[in-house]
């Protein structure tokens, strides 16, 4: 193997407030592949960031330290050998025999051993897969969970198992190996601990020698991380070759994680470093809780008591180290789910209706000739094409829209797009990635989405489809992020274009097609969440959902009444009845106390995603679409215009046309 320097980093769950602030550092310093670098440095377990000299991947670390990133730089090196095969085992008072065919090796208590359990048969990957496209679904993607170490245990049971046992020296070489498969070794020396499952021998082994050894490292992500030469194939696990290039790569997964024993961990906290954070938390604390302490010498003073506090828990964690901590663990439930959808009939939407000035003309006519048989409206009717004021009316109709989508393309135009953070008040245009705020999911496809629209169609006598009911989420706000910040959408009213379109039949379950000889179908469409977006709206403080000051005091004096002792205090005679003067007393307290409490609410600094939304508003437009050019959205309402001024322009033509002959008759 090459002597370059692996950069190996232990990756976080969930992804940190200062990331964005790293990867932008991580690119533009030191030119690693932003998407690559997220991918590598959010998630479960060890994954590889870089490789090259050691020189320049110093300074990457040092950004990783401050980022406080564990991570490792490693030369690893070439496997001696690789482990033997475990034919038999003996438990004895201090020390374990494990022997091979032509190999036997005693481990003794206070061994240092590392453990690798993994799974050959790729099922635990599959089901990290299912787990994080659920916790993605219902948590969104700032608070993925990936899957729990018991469960990774008992994955790794059902499916293959192997255990490889690497016996290491002080200095944690690698002096011996055993590889311990499921029914191929003699399970009666573990004695009482034995078992009649294979695959359960095989975990008493692991239980077995945690106990005995000194010093015990367990491994279980094989086949989770992206680390040099250890990829598990699952794509013919049943092949001999497969399995033995699994074999290979499980060896190479070994003999890196006892190198990374060997390498200096970064950053490994001390005392002083471990006081110190301790500290500034503290302090921090202290310092929010009272805003006034942060003049100079107050601060010196909180600091220095931060520091005597911390002390005092690093001392408690020293006395007892195996206690653990009591805290208060509150239900965690992920993303909220979302207010109910609401469901409308395809006639009662605007769209259906006026969706072209030629349908509402037909519509009328139709309307007027089937339901009126009066001879009187058939006179004014036929005197109202003749006289051409018919056709006028569909030319003024046919002009409107054709100028409304005119002044749709001017109003795109003429609005430059802002940035997420200097987002004024009015009419904005902003693009940037859409971020579900609801644990919002698209009923027939099951697509985790921040909009979706689903129509259903059902098939008439005469083979047409016809729509029978439109269902979306536009009562359902969701995020709009750049690299700048993030503000809320409210789709209510909006004119979305989504990106994503299906099609099914009813029964269909996600993705999978049935058949197409129903009598029903939908079409669903979709706005993906971390889809890249284009937004026009009205951008507006958010009103409050909170109740207002009047209801909060009647709330507060109906309290007061119900509370006897605390209603006493403005008794000033003593005379155990509150008059009126006190009840005004207290009235103007109550009001002075919940004044106080809203001008604190008004002063907290919120998330600009908390307090603006960008909407509609009356006589402002309301456009989302997945299009990354501004230049194709102005030339469709362009295209869309054209149409229709054509059509005006026939319109007028025969309107004259008409009102010539009518006058000539």
């Given amino acids: ?395 003024g109709f046919l002009l409107w829209y054709g100028f409304y989508f005119l002044r749709m393309k001017r109003q795109i135009e003429n609005t430059p797009t802002s940035r997420v953070r200097s987002v004024a008040m009015g009419m904005v245009e902003v693009k940037g990635k859409a971020l579900r705020k609801y644990a919002l999911i698209s009923p027939m496809t099951h697509t985790p989405c921040v909009y979706y629209r689903l129509t259903k169609y059902r098939r008439e006598k005469n083979n047409q489809w016809k729509v029978s009911s439109v269902s979306s989420s536009d009562n359902v706000p969701f995020l709009l992020e750049d690299n700048t910040g993030r503000v809320g959408i409210d789709p209510a009213g909006c004119r979305v274009s989504a990106g994503s379109k299906e099609e099914g039949t009813p029964g269909q379950v996600g993705f999978a097609r049935m058949g197409n000889d129903s009598d029903d179908k939908w079409v669903e469409e979709t706005i993906i969440d971390g889809t890249l977006i284009y937004v026009l709206g009205y951008a507006a403080v958010k009103r409050d959902d909170g109740p207002t000051m009047t209801e909060r005091k009647v709330t507060a004096l109906r309290e007061l009444k119900r509370n006897p002792q605390k209603l006493q205090q403005f008794d000033s005679d003593g005379d155990g009845k509150i008059s009126d003067s006190e009840w005004d007393a207290a009235r103007a307290s109550v009001d002075g106390q919940i004044t106080r409490e809203l001008l604190a609410e008004k002063t907290e600094r919120k998330k600009q995603e908390e307090h603006i939304v960008i909407g509609k508003r009356q006589g402002h437009p309301l456009i989302i679409t997945e299009t990354h050019s501004e230049d194709h959205l102005t030339s469709r309402y362009f295209y869309y215009s054209i149409p229709l001024f054509i059509a005006a322009a026939l319109a007028t033509a025969g309107a004259i046309y008409f009102f010539v002959n009518y006058m000539k008759a």
Avoid at 152 to 161: E, N, R, S, W
């Fill in 1 to 395: 193997m090459s002597q370059a320097t692996y950069l190996i980093v232990e990756q976080k769950q969930k992804a940190p407030e200062s990331l964005p602030e790293l990867l932008k550092e991580l690119s533009g310093k030191y030119k690693l592949d932003i998407y690559q670098c997220r991918q590598r440095l959010v998630g479960r377990g060890l994954s590889l960031l870089a490789k090259g000299g050691s020189e320049s991947l110093e300074k990457v670390s040092d950004l990783l330290q401050h980022a406080d990133y564990t991570h490792w730089l490693a030369q690893p090196s070439k496997p001696e050998f690789s482990p033997f095969k475990l034919r038999s085992i003996n438990l004895a008072d201090h020390d374990i025999h494990l022997a091979g065919v032509e190999k036997k090796v005693i481990l003794s208590k206070e061994d240092r051993v590392l453990a690798v359990f993994a799974d050959l048969s790729g099922s635990l990957a599959e089901k990290s897969v299912q787990q994080l496209l659920s916790s993605h679904a219902y948590r969104g993607r700032d608070d993925i969970r990936h899957i729990e170490e018991e469960k990774v245990f008992k994955t790794i049971l059902q499916g293959q198992p192997i255990l490889d046992l690497y016996i290491l020296d002080n200095n944690n070489s690698v002096n011996n190996a055993v590889r311990i498969f499921p029914g191929k070794f003699d399970p009666k020396g573990l004695g009482e601990k034995a078992t009649l499952s294979s695959k359960q021998n095989v975990a008493k082994v692991l239980e077995v020698v945690r106990e005995y050894a000194g010093e015990f490292h367990l491994h279980t992500d094989f086949g989770l991380v992206n680390l040099p030469g250890c990829t598990l194939r699952t794509d013919d696990p049943g092949n001999p070759d497969t399995i033995r290039k699994n074999l290979i790569s499980l060896t190479r997964y070994g003999w890196l994680m006892c190198d990374l024993l060997q390498t200096e961990k970064r950053p490994i906290p001390s005392e002083v470093d471990k006081t110190d954070s301790i500290a500034a938390t503290v302090t921090a604390t202290m310092m929010s809780m009272n805003p006034t302490l942060m003049a100079a010498e107050e601060a010196g003073e909180l600091n220095q008591l931060g520091k005597e506090i911390a002390e005092e828990i690093n001392a408690a964690d020293r006395e007892n180290p195996n206690e653990p901590i009591k805290t208060s663990v509150l239900p965690d439930p992920g993303l909220p789910a979302p207010p109910p959808a609401k469901k409308t009939s395809a006639w009662a939407r605007p769209s259906f209706w006026f969706g072209t000035a030629g349908s509402i003309s037909v519509m009328l006519l139709v309307i007027i000739f089937d339901n009126f048989d009066s001879p009187i409206l058939r006179k004014i009717v036929a005197n109202a094409f003749a006289t051409g004021a018919i056709p006028l009316i569909a030319a």
